[in-house]
């Protein structure tokens, strides 16, 4: 879309706008937008930017400025006008120009060979070209453009009307507000894609949930189909959805004779990729024959889990459009294509029984037990079902068959109970109204959803707020896992979170399975732990809605975590990600003179609760990026992530000309592919990254 000349030429303009801040007329407005849909392109569909968001947001708050104040100058594809505003009332039913079909599944080789034997025997030909992609796990969306603009942005539906989405499809940054179709002798085009939430939103987005006290969602579907939902389009925005393009249903021409010049389904990716869609030209391989094609989709699945997205398959196409318009399709689906499906992430199972756990903050979780299932690689027996009201949505009874899934990181979630299975047997699950463990009577306050032991010294809760300041995450005091600090508990060795700096080791010696290395070991790790960087500390507090994400928030703001008890709560909602509830936890756990007396303890036994991070972000790697991908053998991931981290380097989440070194697990797929591309970037293994690391 942008060659070397443009490139340059943008890149020079860029500079001169943020350098020169010349004021905008009529006469250059339209330079500063294509400046802006330039650096959008480079971010969200080459995904190597090359400015910095603060310069990017100084010049578009430059053009909004202008726009404020010259609203005739505004049109209907400025860079501004995805934000729109307002609350969506409804979305009017609109009609497909063509109906969305589905596509054929396929599960193995065999049915590979056998469609691809019938697609050889209707064609007449002895061998054919085809072009396989990813099978996109996101919500299917249906755009039409009218002479260059984006009209209209429509959800699947029952395949022949669906809902117009048009106002939440404009927050996509992804999706161009206009393209040059134009200049393609393209009058009108319906494009059909699938709009995705990638792996870290996804996370981040579920974590938010989490620390807000509600249930987490099953899988990234459902997270980008929700958020095409929602009624106020500034939400939207917020999501951070992407989206693939990857067919054209309809075509009108300008010019008498057009389509014809575009003879292949490659070629119409690589035509929209050219005028700015994000079409999954890199991902898309063409071959020749059915073998190629099963040697494709075999390797392809290998590389699933390092995929920035999720895909539960791949797409197998007819590469040659008059071909496909000649095989046709049945009522279903084309015949011209065909899924494969990867090896499903979804079982189903029975529920057995219901038990009810105590958090940290008192919240009583029910936990279903089900009969053992091997799903997405690991066998699930237990599986949170969040809330009472949870338990009402889902319709979930003792002994329903259900469905769940595991999505990639995702803990194992129900996606639904099966009750066309039901044979009348099932029973209802009781929420209890005590305590199960301190018999003190649950309380909940009429807005939340979650019944809580408001006893403090409820036992199961004291136990839980140590674990979770042990925790990996936490103080990561990993010689003190759950089961030896249960015991301590019960023993009385830890009685609440300060006496972890207190343990009186000797009582240990007569304990099985403790000698005098694994105690030096304990003694060691939890004299370390009292380095550990100020975030960790705060979200080792367990404070309410405090979750990993807020944490670091909070503890960039302050040089020690007793600044927090002078925060008002306006100064805590003015923080980044710190709502209203946040905000009055964080207040009210500062507020309480227990918990100033539990840190001043920690302090006197020697834990660290100031902030020492700007000294450690300088270090040997400062300046230096890094990517790792494939599986690591000697760290886990997020250690070594953190590793380079203290030590003042960078973490990239994808592969670009930014990027200095790539360090390569066992089964490195695409990126490490895509790295060797890159001269500039150096390709390494653990061993040497572990050489790099300083001491
Ligand atoms: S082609 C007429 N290509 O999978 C054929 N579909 O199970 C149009 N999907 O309805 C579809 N990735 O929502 C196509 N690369 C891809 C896809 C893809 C995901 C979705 C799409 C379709 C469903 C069929």
């Not at 066998?379 to 769940?404: A, F, P, R």
Request: hydrophobic share 35%; net charge negative; charged share 30%.
């Amino acid at each position: 879309m942008y060659n070397k000349e443009d490139i340059k030429t943008l890149q020079q303009e860029t500079q001169d706008w943020l350098i020169k801040k010349q004021p905008i007329t009529t006469n250059n407005i339209e330079q500063i937008r294509d400046i802006l849909r330039f650096h959008e392109h480079r971010y969200y569909i080459e995904n190597d930017p090359l400015i910095s968001d603060y310069e990017y947001d100084s010049l578009y708050k430059l053009l909004e400025k202008f726009e404020k104040e010259h609203p005739d100058a505004i049109t209907k594809d400025s860079p501004t006008q995805r934000v729109g505003s307002g609350l969506i009332k409804d979305f009017p039913k609109t009609q497909h120009l063509v109906p969305m079909l589905s596509l054929e599944n396929s599960y193995d080789e065999a049915d590979l060979i056998d469609w691809d034997r019938k697609a050889k025997e209707l064609s007449g030909l002895n061998e054919i070209e085809y072009s396989i992609e990813p099978k996109f796990d996101g919500a299917s969306i249906s755009l039409v453009y009218e002479n260059d603009l984006l009209i209209r942005g429509v959800t699947r539906g029952d395949g022949e009307t669906g809902d117009d989405i048009t106002p939440n499809i404009r927050q996509i940054k992804s999706i161009p507000l206009s393209a040059a179709f134009e200049k393609n002798h393209i009058k009108q085009i319906e494009i059909r894609g699938e709009i995705l939430m990638n792996k870290t939103n996804f996370k981040k987005y579920n974590d938010g949930l989490m620390e807000e006290g509600l249930p987490p969602l099953a899988n990234p579907r459902n997270a980008a189909a929700g958020s095409l939902r929602m009624k106020d389009p500034a939400i939207v925005n917020k999501r951070n959805l992407e989206g693939f393009l990857y067919h054209v249903s309809f075509i009108t021409s300008t010019k008498k004779d057009h389509p014809e010049e575009i003879h292949t389904h490659s070629d119409m990716l690589k035509l929209l990729w050219d005028i700015g869609f994000r079409s999954p030209t890199k991902e898309m391989k063409v071959v020749k024959g059915i073998n190629e094609v099963i040697k494709v989709v075999m390797d392809f699945e290998k590389q699933r889990d390092d995929l920035p997205y999720e895909i539960d398959g791949m797409v197998i196409k007819v590469n040659n459009l008059e071909l496909q318009e000649k095989l046709g399709m049945t009522s279903h689906h084309p015949r011209w294509a065909i899924a494969f499906k990867f090896k499903a992430r979804q079982a189903t199972s029975k529920l057995l029984a219901v038990e009810y756990q105590v958090g940290r903050t008192g919240a009583v979780t029910p936990v279903a037990k089900i009969q053992p299932v091997h799903v997405g690689g690991v066998t699930v027996s237990s599986i949170s079902i969040h809330n009472q009201d949870y338990i009402k949505e889902k319709d979930l009874k003792l002994g329903d068959q259900i469905l769940i899934e595991r999505s990639g990181d995702v803990i194992p979630q129900i996606v639904k109970s099966l009750t066309d299975l039901r044979t009348g047997d099932e029973k209802n699950i009781h929420f209890p109204e005590d305590c199960p463990v301190c018999h003190h009577t649950l309380f909940k306050p009429e807005e939340e959803a979650v019944w809580r032991c408001t006893n403090i010294g409820c036992k199961a809760q004291v136990v839980e707020r140590i674990i979770h300041f042990v925790s990996k995450d936490a103080m990561d005091i990993r010689s003190l896992g759950e089961a030896n600090l249960r015991k301590f508990f019960e023993m009385g060795i830890i009685a609440d979170i300060p006496s972890v700096y207190e343990i009186d080791y000797s009582k240990l010696k007569n304990l099985e399975g403790f000698g005098e290395k694994s105690i030096a070991n304990l003694q060691q790790a939890i004299e370390k732990s009292k380095e550990q960087p100020l975030h960790r500390l705060i979200y080792a507090l367990g404070i309410r809605y405090v979750g990993e994400t807020t944490a670091k928030t909070l503890a960039q703001k302050v040089k020690s975590v007793y600044d927090f008890a002078d925060f008002t709560n306006e100064q805590l909602l003015e923080l980044e990600d710190v709502g209203v509830k946040v905000a009055a936890s964080i207040y009210d756990f500062f507020r309480n003179q227990d918990n100033i007396e539990m840190l001043k303890k920690l302090e006197k036994l020697g834990v660290q609760l100031h902030n020492t991070a700007p000294a450690i972000v300088e270090g040997k790697l400062s300046g230096q990026t890094f990517l790792f991908t494939g599986t690591l053998s000697l760290l886990k991931r997020s250690e070594a992530e953190e590793r380079v981290e203290r030590n003042g380097g960078k973490i990239l989440s994808g592969v670009s000309s930014k990027l200095n070194y790539l360090v390569t697990g066992e089964d490195a797929g695409s990126k490490l592919e895509k790295a060797k591309k890159i001269p500039s970037i150096k390709i390494i293994d653990e061993a040497d990254f572990l050489k790099i690391l300083p001491g």
